[in-house]
C-alpha cells in the first residue's frame, strides 16, 4: 500500500500556501512617518503646493523619501520619526491655516504589491495606536431644536383646526399660545388636552394663554434621545470613514467616546467627527427690498443671511426641509464639470418639498449650510457654548415642482465630499464638542507589539524543539506545518477587508499554534500506536490520518463554534479574538491535515519503507 495524492491536490495545496505568503508579505516591509496634507475650505492642492512643500523642507534641511500627490492629498513620506515632528511644524508654518497637516503613518508596501491588492493586516489601537476623542453634547441646542419642532408642530395644527391664535412662542422648556378670543380658547384648550405624550397643558383664562410644558421624564427621555441619536450618527461617521472596530460609547448623561485605531488621516477623522454642519432650505423673501434689511429693517419673518462669494441675502424664516430627511447624498458634475451634491430625501422629506415648491415654481430658494463651532466656553450650569453660523451657500430659481431627488451646486469639490459624506451619515440633533483627545502613541503599540511577538516566538520555539526531539523528522513535518499555518493566518488576516489584529487576537494565535500542534501529536501518536499493532509504514501512515481526522474535526469544530458565538455577540478586543481564533482553527486544521499529509506522502508515501522516523 502507498500513500499518495493525486497532483490535482498537491498543487491546490501550493497555490493557497503561495497565495496567502504573497498577500502576508506586506507585514515585513512595515511603515514609514508621513506627513499627510489636505486643503480646508477655500484652499486646493495642486502641484504649486507640492513645489512649496519641497522648498519649506529643503530650508530646513530635511530631505523627505517621496512627496506624492493621492486624492487631492499630498503625502510626505520621511525617514524617521524625528524629522516628522519638525516636517509638520515646518509645512504649517509654510502653508498656513488654509491646510489641515496631520502626521500620520504610510504602508511601505511595494507598489507592484499594492497593484495586487495586498496590503499590510490592520493592527488595534492597543497595537498601533490610534486616537481617542471624548466629546460632550450641547444639551441646550437638542432642547431647544426639540421644543422648536414642537412649537411648529402646535401652529400648523391649529392652522388646520381653523383655530385663531394671535401668537406661539417658546418659552423655556414649554410651548406658549396665545389664543384671540374666548372661543378660540376654549376650542384650543379641548382640542391641544392630553394630546401630546410628556406634555402637560396649563391654562390661564385671564390671558387667554395655553402652556404645554414638558415633564420631568420627558426631559430626562429627550436627552437620552439625544445622546443616543448621536451616538448613531457618529456610528455612521465612523463607518463612512472606513475604521475597523472603532469603540463607539456613552459615558456619563452628555458624553460619547469614541476610539479609533490605526487611523491613517487622523485630521479628517477630527473633521469630520467633530463636524456639526447641516442644511436648510428656504425661499427667498423676493417681496421685500434687501437693502433695506442691510440697513437694519429687517421684516418681520425674514432674516438676512450672508451668501458665500455673493452678497447678502433675504429669507424667510420659515424653515422648509432640513437634513434631518436626507437619506442619501453624493458628489457629482454638472454639465459645466462643477462638483454638486446629489441629494435623495425620505418620504415626509419628498412630500415636504414637493408641498413647498408646488406653488412657487418660477422663485428663488435658497440652501442655507448651518455649522456650529465650540467656543471653550460653558454657562452657569457647566454645559458648552456653541456659535452658530449659518451662509447661504446656494439660490436657484424653482424651474418645476422637486420631488424626493435634487442638487445642490455652489461647493468646491472636497466640500462636496465633505457635505456628501456628512448628509450620508445624518445630522447630529445637538452640536458636539471634542473635550478630550488623546493619541495612543506607538511606543505604547510598540511594547505591545514586541511583548505579543515575543510570546509568539518562544512558544513557537519551545513547540518546535519539542516536536523534533520527540518525533524526529515527522516532528520537522509538523513545524513546517506550523510555520505554513502562521503565514495563511497572517494572510488571510490581511486578505480581510474589516479584520482588524489586537492583543487579544496574538493571544488567539498563540492559542491556535497550540492546537495546531495537539492535531499533529494525535495524528502521529496514532501512526506509533498502528506500528506498535505490527502494520506497516504505509499501513500505519494511513490508519494514523484517517483514525485521527474524526476527533480533530470534533475538537476543532467545537472550538469554531465557541468562536463564532464569541464575535457575534462580543465586540472590540473580543471580536478581534474571536477573528483569529476562527481562522486559526480553519488554517490549522488544513495544514495539520492536509498539509501535513501532503509533505509525509511526498517524502515516504511512494516507498516501500521498512520504519518509520518517528
Known amino acids: 500500500m502507498l500513500n499518495k495524492y493525486p497532483l490535482w491536490k498537491n498543487l491546490l495545496i501550493i497555490f493557497v500556501v503561495l497565495v496567502a505568503a504573497l498577500y502576508a508579505l506586506p507585514n515585513i516591509y512595515g511603515e514609514d512617518p508621513a506627513v499627510q496634507i489636505s486643503a480646508d475650505r477655500n484652499a486646493t492642492i495642486d502641484a504649486s503646493t507640492m513645489d512649496r ?28 520619526d524625528n524629522e ?164 463607539i460609547q456613552r459615558q456619563g448623561s452628555n458624553r460619547i467616546v469614541v476610539e479609533l485605531p490605526g487611523v491613517q488621516d487622523t485630521a479628517r477623522a477630527k473633521e469630520i467627527l467633530g463636524a456639526t454642519a447641516t442644511l436648510e432650505f428656504r425661499m427667498v423673501d423676493s417681496e421685500n427690498d434687501v437693502r433695506d434689511a442691510m440697513n437694519g429693517r429687517v421684516p418681520f419673518g425674514s432674516e438676512l443671511l450672508p451668501m458665500r462669494d455673493g452678497p447678502q441675502q433675504l429669507l424667510k424664516e420659515d424653515v422648509i426641509l432640513t437634513g434631518d430627511h436626507i437619506v442619501n447624498a453624493g458628489v457629482g458634475y454638472d454639465e459645466y464639470n462643477r462638483p454638486q451634491v446629489n441629494i435623495t430625501l425620505d418620504g415626509v422629506g419628498g412630500n415636504k418639498m414637493s408641498l413647498a415648491t408646488k406653488d412657487n415654481v418660477g422663485k428663488p430658494m435658497a440652501t442655507v449650510f448651518i455649522e456650529y463651532e465650540a467656543t471653550d466656553e460653558r454657562d452657569e450650569e457647566g454645559n458648552l457654548q456653541f456659535t452658530k453660523s449659518a451662509e447661504v451657500i ?34 447630529l440633533i445637538a452640536p458636539i464638542q471634542i473635550v478630550e483627545e488623546r493619541t495612543v502613541g506607538p511606543s505604547l503599540g510598540q511594547q505591545n507589539i514586541d511583548s505579543g511577538t515575543q510570546a509568539i516566538f518562544w512558544g513557537f520555539v519551545l513547540v518546535l524543539a519539542f516536536m523534533v526531539v520527540y518525533y524526529k523528522k515527522f516532528g520537522l513535518v509538523a513545524n513546517a506545518a506550523l510555520a ?43 501512526i506509533r500506536e498502528e506500528i506498535k499493532d505490527k502494520r506497516s509504514p504505509q499501513q500505519a501512515i494511513h490508519h494514523g490520518y484517517d483514525s485521527a481526522l474524526s476527533t480533530i474535526a470534533d475538537a476543532n469544530v467545537t472550538t469554531l463554534i465557541a468562536a463564532l458565538i464569541l464575535f457575534a455577540i462580543g465586540n472590540g478586543p473580543i471580536k478581534g479574538f474571536a477573528i483569529t481564533l476562527a481562522i486559526g482553527i480553519i488554517t490549522s486544521m488544513f495544514t495539520a491535515i492536509v498539509g501535513t499529509r501532503a509533505i509525509v506522502n511526498s517524502v515516504w508515501g511512494g516507498k516501500r519503507l521498512s520504519k518509520l522516523s518517528i
Do not use: C
Not at 173 to 181: F, G, H, K, M, Y
Not at 398 to 406: D, E, V
Open 53 to 80: 512643500v519641497r522648498n519649506a523642507l529643503d530650508s530646513v534641511d530635511i530631505e523627505p523619501k517621496s512627496v506624492s500627490l493621492e486624492n487631492e492629498q499630498l503625502l510626505v513620506r520621511l525617514n524617521s
Open 84 to 247: 516628522q515632528l519638525k516636517a509638520r511644524e515646518t509645512i504649517l508654518d509654510s502653508l498656513g491655516d488654509n491646510y489641515i497637516v496631520a502626521l500620520n503613518l504610510a504602508p511601505a508596501t511595494p507598489e507592484w504589491l499594492k497593484s495586487l491588492g495586498a496590503q499590510p493586516m490592520k493592527l488595534g489601537l492597543d497595537l498601533r495606536g490610534g486616537v481617542h476623542f471624548l466629546m460632550e453634547i450641547d444639551m441646550g441646542e437638542a432642547m431647544s431644536k426639540i421644543i422648536d419642532g414642537m412649537k411648529d408642530t402646535v401652529r400648523a395644527e391649529l392652522r388646520e383646526e381653523r383655530i385663531r391664535y394671535s401668537a406661539v412662542r417658546v418659552d423655556g422648556t414649554a410651548v406658549e399660545i396665545e389664543l384671540r378670543n374666548d372661543e378660540a380658547f376654549q376650542e384650543a384648550a379641548q382640542y391641544l388636552d392630553n394630546r401630546y405624550q410628556g406634555y402637560v397643558l396649563a391654562e390661564n383664562e385671564e390671558t387667554r394663554t395655553l402652556r404645554l410644558e414638558m415633564t420631568e421624564q420627558k426631559i430626562a427621555e429627550t436627552r437620552d434621545y439625544a445622546v443616543d441619536q448621536n451616538i448613531t450618527i457618529m456610528r455612521n461617521r465612523v463607518n463612512e470613514l472606513g475604521v475597523a472596530e472603532p469603540v
Open 394 to 427: 446656494n439660490v436657484a430659481t424653482i424651474q418645476s415642482r422637486l420631488g424626493s431627488n435634487f442638487r445642490i451646486t455652489g461647493v468646491g469639490a472636497q466640500e462636496a465630499q465633505n457635505l456628501a459624506l456628512l448628509l450620508r451619515a445624518g445630522a
Open 484 to 526: 505554513t499555518n502562521l503565514i495563511l493566518i497572517i494572510g488571510v488576516m490581511s486578505m480581510i477587508p474589516g479584520a482588524t489584529l489586537t492583543l487579544p487576537g496574538m493571544a488567539g494565535i498563540v492559542l491556535t499554534v497550540g492546537m495546531a500542534v495537539d492535531a499533529n501529536v494525535l495524528i502521529f501518536e496514532r
